[in-house]
């Protein structure tokens, strides 16, 4: 049992838990916007996407600094804390769009913390890659039930889908009272880190190991955050398929492709050859592309489930490779920090040229297409930068060494 519930597995258990509920309550905020009968639900789905993860892009100069200056684990339960309040705002009729801000504030501050434990409880490349792939297999695995889950809730009540979603908050922040609290530095001043964030942000893009797996991964998100938006309006369009909890199970074939993939990464691309990520991340624009132009139900399925496989062994070895570079050059919880600040600033440009195509009435296949060019660029632009890694040692650390 002791070993079972050692540090690392705990941490993954309380992200499971958190990432359920965050994908539960997006569902349970697509439902309660769909019955208050807003003219255009999707549009309005998606304001509320861009005001959560604003909160990321304005909070990432200070978030890093925090999770660095403090014990891990009790950031993780901040988190927590402050994503339980988000949907606990729901019970006294707030709008959606503003508890969903609370929501964002807390995963925010969660974030940082959640990939900078992993450096400190693993000691080399192979464990952190073994580690990363558990945390986001297990995320993903979150996600699907989740996502699963919110669709069911979502589909006739409000009330069941937000009691659920606050237990489960505070089952994970339980969990992160069982994980040892190492102490931070406390030294750390975050006026002074702010102002070093555009440092660090300069300091990582200077970085080629970095550089390639920031801009990546922001293209990952970016493509991932889009299409579970298009997909709410495009699966009735081509499939006919408008109930959220079917539609909630078609996006989840996703999520279990991904969990898929969290099996496969360390023997397709393993420690020493993260770069051949690379290619994974052509197979997942070739998958989307297709996907926005079929209609049938058994090839969108497993489209979608390739998309999820090829995009988990896109994204794993990448956040392995940055958590390595940005530990040594300027500390792990800065480093998702500056992490977070790319992906959601991509993100949100993201879902504002799909909001755009939407009100220029650019068809839901053609915004896809779209996004999908979007994605191609930013991997063509990563095989410009194949050369510069490839023959780059692990770390800073090793660097020295050599």
């Not at 392995?320 to 940005?326: D, K």
Request: proline fraction near 3%.
């Amino acid at each position: 049992m002791k070993r079972l519930l050692s540090p690392l597995n705990t941490v993954v258990l309380t992200q499971f838990l958190s990432a359920f509920a965050d994908n539960l309550n997006f569902f349970l905020i697509v439902g309660m916007v769909k019955r208050q009968g807003v003219d255009n639900p999707d549009i309005a789905v998606n304001y509320i996407q861009i005001a959560f993860l604003c909160a990321y892009v304005i909070l990432a100069p200070v978030v890093g600094a925090f999770a660095d200056k403090k014990a891990k684990s009790n950031v993780l339960l901040l988190g927590n804390v402050l994503k339980a309040i988000g949907i606990g705002l729901l019970l006294f009729g707030l709008p959606p769009a503003l508890c969903y801000v609370f929501v964002g504030i807390g995963a925010v501050v969660y974030s940082p913390g959640k990939y900078g434990i992993l450096t400190e409880l693993t000691s080399n490349e192979s464990e952190l890659l073994r580690a990363n792939a558990k945390v986001e297999g297990s995320t993903i695995l979150a996600i699907l039930l989740g996502t699963v889950a919110g669709g069911f809730l979502a589909q006739n009540s409000d009330l069941p889908a937000v009691l659920t979603c606050m237990a489960v908050y505070l089952l994970s922040l339980f969990m992160t009272l069982m994980i040892p609290a190492k102490a931070g530095n406390s030294s750390l001043r975050y006026g002074k880190e702010a102002v070093q964030f555009l440092r660090d942000f300069m300091l990582l893009f200077r970085n080629a190991r970095a550089r390639f797996s920031l801009i990546g991964t922001g293209s990952f998100w970016l493509t991932a955050a889009v299409l579970r938006i298009a997909l709410i309006a495009w699966l009735p369009l081509n499939l006919g398929i408008e109930d959220t909890d079917q539609q909630s199970m078609m996006i989840g074939v996703t999520a279990i492709g991904v969990v898929c993939s969290a099996f496969l990464t360390p023997r397709l691309v393993p420690a020493g050859r993260l770069h051949r990520a690379f290619y994974y991340g052509l197979f997942m624009v070739a998958s989307v592309m297709v996907a926005s132009l079929t209609y049938v139900l058994w090839m969108t399925i497993l489209l979608l489930f390739l998309i999820g496989v090829f995009g988990g062994i896109f994204v794993i070895p990448l956040n392995t490779m940055l958590q390595e570079e940005g530990k040594a050059l300027i500390g792990s919880g800065k480093t998702i920090a500056v992490q977070n600040f790319v992906e959601n600033i991509l993100t949100v440009s993201g879902l504002v040229i799909y909001l755009t195509l939407s009100e220029m009435n650019v068809s839901v296949n053609g915004s896809v297409i779209g996004i999908g060019l979007v994605l191609l660029l930013f991997i063509l632009f990563l095989a410009t930068q194949l050369g510069g890694i490839k023959g780059q040692p692990a770390s800073l650390k090793q660097r020295h060494e050599h």
